[in-house]
């Protein structure tokens, strides 16, 4: 015969529920975790994209540079140019620069966060950096 008094003691026996408060604290932790982990991630992957633009860009700068200076013209125009070009054909956003020789290209990405916007973080940037040199005929690197 099952009473009112057996049901509170094998409640008592279990601990009280102690063990729920505990999983109730660290749910918050587990998912600040998970997205680190994930919005992490996300952050990485857009670096990785703005360094992979920002060479490509830099390359194809150098390369209008190189055609340029076959011609006999100023490569300075035409190398800035074709590396702007490469960027907005991208859909990266950045800045090039053309001095003494160096084609300078920098960039960004920036990438919604999925976990990480519950706490007020929309968005992480990854940024990349980039730079080629234009040697005239009879320069040495």
């Given amino acids: 015969m099952t009473g ?21 604290l660290l749910i918050p932790v587990i998912f600040l975790a998970v997205g680190l982990v994930v919005d992490g991630g996300r952050k990485a992957a857009a670096g990785a994209e703005a360094q992979a633009a920002a060479v490509a860009a830099s390359r194809a700068g150098s390369d209008a540079a190189a055609t340029q200076l076959l011609a006999g ?15 907005a054909v991208a859909g990266v956003s950045g800045s090039v620069s053309v001095s003494g020789g160096t084609i300078r290209v920098t960039t960004s990405q920036t990438r919604p966060t999925v976990f990480l916007s519950a706490l007020g973080i929309g968005s992480m940037t990854g940024t990349g950096q980039a730079q080629s040199q234009i040697y005239r005929t009879g320069d040495r690197p």
């Avoid at 125009?77 to 490469?86: E, G, K, L, V």
Wanted: no cysteine.
């Fill in 4 to 24: 009112p008094h057996q049901l509170l003691r094998s409640r008592s026996d279990r601990g009280g529920g102690s063990l729920s408060v505990w999983v109730l």
């Fill in 73 to 87: 013209q100023d490569p300075t125009s035409a190398a800035s140019a074709a590396a702007r070009n490469y960027l």
